[in-house]
Nanobody
Framework: QMWFVESGGGSVQAGGSLRLSCRGPGSTFRTKAVAWYRQVSGNEREMVARISRGGDIVYADSVQGRFTISRDNAQNTVTLEMSTLKIEDSAVYYC????????WGQGTQVTVSA
């Protein structure tokens, strides 16, 4: 496996919640920061949340207080708990190592409707 595998997306109504998960590659997973990104077709990919190898967390202003990122190094996974979802959160969500980028995976689609 040379890229992250994302899962957990789906369709929800505004105000709802989703839990995304991604599994990363490599035995060095635990030594690297991991970030969730999202992209709307035609737009730049933007970082949503980042968690360092030590657990320090940064969120985009647009999701602060609504999204929670966590990691499980034993499973090489990073989770993004999303609540109070808004229509503008609709996007394809991806994971990557922000300071050691690898190939992008397929992502997982999140669609929030009114």
């Amino acid at each position: 496996q040379m890229w992250f595998v994302e899962s957990g997306g789906g369709s929800v109504q505004a105000g709802g919640s989703l839990r995304l998960s991604c599994r990363g590659p490599g035995s060095t997973f635990r030594t690297k920061a991991v970030a969730w990104y999202r992209q709307v077709s035609g737009n730049e990919r933007e970082m949503v949340a980042r968690i360092s190898r030590g657990g320090d967390i940064v969120y985009a202003d647009s999701v602060q207080g609504r999204f929670t990122i966590s990691r499980d190094n034993a499973q090489n996974t990073v989770t993004l708990e999303m609540s109070t979802l808004k229509i503008e959160d609709s996007a394809v969500y991806y994971c990557n190592f922000p300071f050691a980028m690898i190939y992008w995976g397929q992502g997982t689609q999140v669609t929030v409707s009114a």
